[in-house]
């Protein structure tokens, strides 16, 4: 597996939480939804037996960039939202959540939430890793 997708699982007996640190944009919607879980000053930073699966979830659930995701034991996967929405910041990055498909130089990805690149200097396109204006 290259850098580009490679990801850490953590898990419970009743969810696994993975990250792709390389999509992480750092809205911290995790470390302030959850600081007892999601703690950067801890090793191992994400601890999942520190709050339900469901709120765990959740919490996932509000990452933009899609660098979190979970997987439930007994519900599977993050269903995706309907219908697929788009927004664009003022900066002009794209936020979408929906059931999609991303063709990335990887090949395809299905995805329920990315933040892609709305400037066209990201290195990592289609995903923002914040190199251009819309970034900053």
């Not at 969810?15 to 939804?33: K, M, N, P, S, Y």
Request: hydrophobic residues 25%.
């Amino acid at each position: 597996m290259s850098g580009e997708s490679e990801q850490k699982a953590y898990q419970t007996e009743s969810i696994t939480v993975t990250f792709e640190a390389r999509r992480c944009l750092h809205a911290a919607e995790c470390v302030h939804g959850l600081p007892e879980v999601f703690d950067t000053t801890k090793r191992p930073w994400i601890r999942p037996d520190k709050a339900s699966a469901d709120r765990l979830a959740e919490v996932v659930r509000r990452c933009p960039s899609g660098a979190l995701q979970y997987e439930l034991v007994d519900s599977g996967t993050e269903t995706p939202d309907r219908p697929t929405t788009i927004a664009r910041s003022s900066a002009g990055q794209l936020t979408v959540r929906g059931e999609l498909s991303l063709e990335t130089e990887q090949g395809r990805r299905a995805e329920t939430r990315v933040m892609l690149c709305g400037c066209g200097q990201s290195r990592r396109q289609p995903y923002c890793d914040h190199a251009g204006p819309c970034g900053q």
